[in-house]
């Protein structure tokens, strides 16, 4: 049977085609009891829901330089004079630079698209999987707060302390989980990807563990079959969600043609 197990896991069928995937996305409205959910598309199953700073020695030393490089460089690059600290940080995700944030989407075909993309060190062989959260529910696990932490520096803002804090590292020593954030749609590519992001602090477990510890189960991923990933990306792309769309440049749109006359030959 193709369906959720009750578990934070999914351990059915593997899913093999955009119905299947339809089903569950449907199915998994019901049991996160919310419409709005955020995806976030894996090419390995076995990744795991850590930022990629993480994954990395010396993490929060190295994100300041990295930060301070790349806000003292790319201005000339951008109309800069109205970016917030969160704006800044928000383009440093999504041009490369290694942060605290973690990538989710609103779109599930867009969480689709990348789990069935493949960069130079993702292993075929394995099942890509999306994941799904309610990001209200797991700021009630972390935060105790059954709300989005909004970024803004605002009169109606009561949570931009809280965000400043998980920004800037003034923990007081105390241990900050994964937060959900709003994000502001600072350049085309957050637009296209309809982005979203859970900011961590100085913790460096995965969002996984939030849940295992709190003994709540609202957290599931779809498997893929790996054998149907060149099958889906063609089933995508009937769907409008392409390389050209998800990237909207020259580069994108190169890669989209390269696979859409290439892939018989590969």
């Avoid at 062989?125 to 696990?141: A, G, Q, R, V």
């Avoid at 295992?212 to 893929?224: A, G, M, P, Q, T």
Wanted: charged residues 25%.
């Amino acid at each position: 049977m193709l369906g959720f197990t009750g578990k934070i896991y999914q351990k059915s069928k593997d899913v093999t085609s955009l119905n299947q995937f339809f089903d569950l996305v449907e199915e998994a409205k019901t049991i996160l009891n919310t419409d709005d959910i955020w995806y976030r598309g894996h090419p390995n199953y076995d990744y795991k829901l850590v930022p990629n700073i993480y994954r990395l020695k010396h993490s929060i030393d190295l994100e300041n330089k990295l930060k301070n490089a790349f806000t003292d460089k790319a201005k000339g690059f951008i109309n800069w004079r109205d970016l917030s600290d969160y704006d800044w940080y928000f383009l440093m995700q999504h041009f490369g630079i290694k942060t605290r944030l973690l990538d989710w989407t609103e779109g599930f075909l867009i969480a689709l698209f990348f789990a069935l993309r493949l960069n130079p060190l993702d292993n075929a062989n394995k099942n890509p999987s999306i994941w799904m959260i309610n990001p209200l529910k797991l700021n009630e696990l972390s935060i105790n707060k059954f709300e989005l932490i909004r970024t803004e520096n605002s009169n109606q803002n009561l949570n931009y302390n809280l965000s400043q804090q998980y920004l800037t590292f003034d923990f007081d020593k105390k241990s900050f989980g994964p937060i959900a954030i709003s994000s502001s749609y600072t350049n085309e590519r957050i637009i296209r990807q309809k982005g979203c992001f859970t900011l961590h602090g100085n913790s460096q477990n995965d969002i996984l563990s939030v849940y295992r510890k709190n003994k709540c189960n609202e957290i599931l991923s779809i498997n893929i079959d790996s054998k149907s990933r060149k099958r889906l990306t063609r089933e995508l792309l009937t769907t409008g969600i392409s390389e050209s769309t998800i990237f909207p440049d020259l580069e994108g749109l190169a890669r989209e043609v390269n696979f859409k006359y290439t892939q018989n030959n590969l």
